[in-house]
């Protein structure tokens, strides 16, 4: 059972910052919190992962609270190809995916 | 590096028969876990296979099964298919234990079932 809680769905212009939020309040204090997306039908990609401070890489940024009951993914400059399902994922060795967010960037 | 690799990318089938889909992890990857997405119950966690060890399963059916070989290559099978059982299967690798360590995962394999 998935263990997050996503938006189903959120609209982003191109070239603007998209802020995806995630609520995981049961999270366990060992317990990393992982971004993944799937564009239609390809296999989930790794986006980042984090556990407690904030990280950065070439694709993404993750923003956790410090009681770290939720996070926000942010996609700095959003394009059309980052149109795609999101997924905020607890890792418990299985990761158990929700429904996700389905983010449409427009031109 | 070469990413992770599933074979064969689409298969066809029909009900009763059986079905064996094959994964192979990153080089040096040790950890493969296998996935079963469909429209109506999302991406399910089948098991995980560790040095040639299953060591998690997920509430599927004894017809689902899997094995690892000491290259770490991974097949999983499916015996006496049915309609439900028409899914991608995705399977992913990570360096150790899935727990500990991010999961890549493969462009899947699209099996229909008739």
């Known amino acids: 059972d998935a263990k997050t809680t996503q938006p189903p769905s959120m609209d982003c212009a191109e070239g603007r910052a998209a802020n995806l939020p995630c609520n995981h309040s049961?999270?366990?204090?060992?317990?990393?919190v992982y971004w993944y997306r799937q564009i239609h039908s390809q296999g989930p990609q790794y986006i980042i992962h984090?556990?407690?401070n904030n990280e950065t890489n070439e694709m993404a940024s993750l923003i956790i609270t410090e009681d770290r009951k939720s996070s926000t993914l942010i996609l700095p400059h959003a394009t059309l190809r980052d149109t795609a399902v999101y997924y905020c994922?607890?890792?418990?060795?299985?990761?158990?995916f929700g429904a996700g967010t389905t983010v449409t960037v427009r031109a | 590096k070469a990413g992770v690799t599933q074979t064969p990318r689409y298969l066809i089938k029909t009900r009763g028969q059986q079905v064996t889909l094959s994964c192979s992890p990153i080089s040096g990857h040790r950890s493969v876990s296998w996935y079963q997405q469909t429209p109506g119950q999302g991406l399910q966690f089948l098991f995980e296979?560790?040095?040639?060890?299953?060591?998690n399963k997920g509430n599927f059916p004894g017809r689902f099964s899997g094995r690892q070989f000491s290259n770490s290559r991974s097949e999983m099978n499916v015996s006496t298919l049915e309609l439900g059982d028409s899914a991608l299967y995705l399977c992913a690798s990570s360096l150790g234990s899935a727990l500990q360590e991010t999961q890549y995962f493969g462009p899947g394999t699209r099996l229909l079932v008739l």
């Open positions: 296979y560790f040095s040639e060890t299953q060591r």
């Open positions: 994922i607890v890792n418990d060795y299985k990761l158990s």
């Open positions: 049961t999270i366990s204090g060992n317990e990393y």
């Open positions: 984090g556990l407690k």
